[in-house]
């Protein structure tokens, strides 16, 4: 009898363990189906929009793609207590005489928005899923690379290729599933971003990029939404609230943008990964504070140096402005512009193209490699030494940009004769159309920089060189 039963469990069970990896081959079916589709849908709109100029007809295309993720309640429910999983789930955080079951609830009602689920947003949208928040948006157009994954902990290698949305939304779902995320696989802009930003109570900053970074505010102050906004590069970072409790705005702050070639991105300047981690993390602490009205002095700019002793510095800021033109007395900006327009870049300018050469001052990198070992020449490699350190062509000659003036004479001697031609490379064809204009005050032969730097003769010529 004992072993009747025994084979009957048996079966049961292995007929189970069939059943879940069934069910596990066909949802990942369902995945690949659904990115597929995504795929297809995101080519037919661009089609329309591209080929359309009805400004209407583009902003209900566009409101249609930011929820078909998932329907968006037309009301949020209040919750009024808290289930046994959550009791189970939080324990160690609900006895925090700082939080306690008030503050929990306080999370559980509360929706916060993260836009770019990157560096920052990574560390912050799963630090904030975890602790309870009830409903969390994530908004990216981007799709998982390689690169992101030293620093951007919400992706994984199985995921390249995918919308970063959508694998930041299965990371979250994975790790709490009491936790509504929905996934905005779109490009934020001015059509969109009012009608995403109002629907959530805090809004989280994590881009890369400046024309967003106004977007996003000037949207938080129409909509009166607090903005929580971090930035990270290099070694450094740093952390700041802005249209909360009488504190500024960005444009208070910042009424102008940079010049676009001005600004420094970590693709061009490079980021420690664990440096985003740490402004990611401070990100969800402080929009945690917010939820659960914990936070006494939020008009502050924390600036944090991994190279600093101490690690952190805070900086009172003033009150916001008056005669800002958006959360002033009397704001003469009233409605979302063109920030693209506005700022002269926009987030799909990661690392803009330089254009200060004419094309007979540039060679594209077959040509150049076709008479590197028959002409006599002088290649110089314009990157600083760090990155001429990670990988460079056989016989160039380092001289950082930022040295190349005062090091005139360095060149002269490395020519064979005054007309010997000179050729520049960068990493992406940019530093080398500055040093070229610098260097054709000073020689008399030939000076022309490599189209497209390392990064296309990886490309074009090797594809055996690093790319990094």
Not at 130 to 146: N, Q, R, W
Not at 367 to 375: A, D, F, G, K, W
Not at 407 to 433: A, M
Not at 435 to 458: H, P, T
């Amino acid at each position: 009898m004992n072993i009747e039963m025994d084979k009957s469990e048996n079966q049961e069970l292995i007929e189970l363990i069939e059943l879940v990896s069934r069910l596990k081959k066909e949802n990942e079916q369902l995945i690949i189906r659904v990115n597929e589709l995504e795929e297809k849908l995101n080519i037919q709109q661009n089609s329309l929009l591209n080929n359309n100029t009805n400004s209407k007809l583009k902003e209900s295309v566009l409101q249609k793609t930011i929820t078909f993720d998932k329907a968006l309640p037309t009301e949020t429910p209040i919750y009024k207590d808290l289930t046994l999983a959550e009791y189970m789930l939080y324990g160690r955080q609900l006895i925090l005489p700082d939080l306690g079951k008030s503050g929990q609830l306080k999370l559980k009602n509360t929706s916060i928005l993260i836009v770019g689920a990157g560096g920052l947003g990574s560390p912050a949208a799963i630090y904030l899923a975890a602790a309870g928040v009830g409903k969390l948006g994530i908004v990216d157009y981007d799709k998982v690379e390689k690169s992101n994954l030293h620093r951007q902990i919400i992706h994984n290698e199985t995921r390249e290729g995918i919308s970063k949305a959508q694998s930041a939304k299965m990371t979250i779902e994975g790790l709490n599933s009491l936790c509504n995320c929905v996934a905005y696989e779109i490009l934020l802009d001015s059509l969109s971003a009012l009608e995403i930003v109002q629907q959530y109570d805090i809004v989280v900053d994590a881009t890369d990029n400046v024309a967003t970074r106004y977007l996003l505010n000037d949207a938080c102050v129409i909509s009166g939404k607090p903005l929580v906004s971090g930035s990270a590069l290099r070694m450094d970072g740093q952390l700041t609230v802005y249209n909360y409790k009488g504190g500024p705005c960005y444009r208070c702050l910042f009424p102008k943008p940079p010049p676009p070639e001005s600004v420094l991105n970590c693709a061009d300047g490079g980021i420690l990964g664990v440096v985003t981690g740490v402004i990611g993390c401070l990100q969800a602490l402080q929009a945690i504070k917010i939820a659960t009205e914990n936070d006494e002095s939020p008009n502050n700019l924390l600036i944090f140096s991994a190279t600093s002793y101490p690690l952190f510095r805070s900086i009172k800021l003033r009150s916001k402005k008056k005669d800002c033109v958006i959360c002033g007395d009397h704001p003469s900006i009233t409605k979302l512009q063109d920030y693209v327009q506005f700022c002269g870049s926009g987030a799909l300018d990661k690392s803009p193209s330089v254009k200060e050469l004419g094309r007979e001052d540039r060679i594209e990198p077959k040509v150049y490699h076709s008479l590197r070992n028959e002409t006599p020449h002088v290649l110089i490699d314009v990157r600083e030494t760090v990155q001429y350190d990670i990988c460079s062509l056989p016989s160039s000659i380092n001289i950082p940009l930022k040295d190349l003036t005062k090091r005139i004479e360095d060149v002269k001697k490395l020519l064979e004769t005054p007309n010997t031609s000179v050729y520049v490379i960068c990493r992406l064809g940019n530093d080398s159309q500055h040093a070229v204009n610098i260097l054709k005050n000073y020689l008399k032969g030939e000076v022309k920089d490599i189209i497209g730097g390392l990064y296309k003769w990886s490309l074009e010529v090797d594809q055996e060189f690093p790319i990094y």
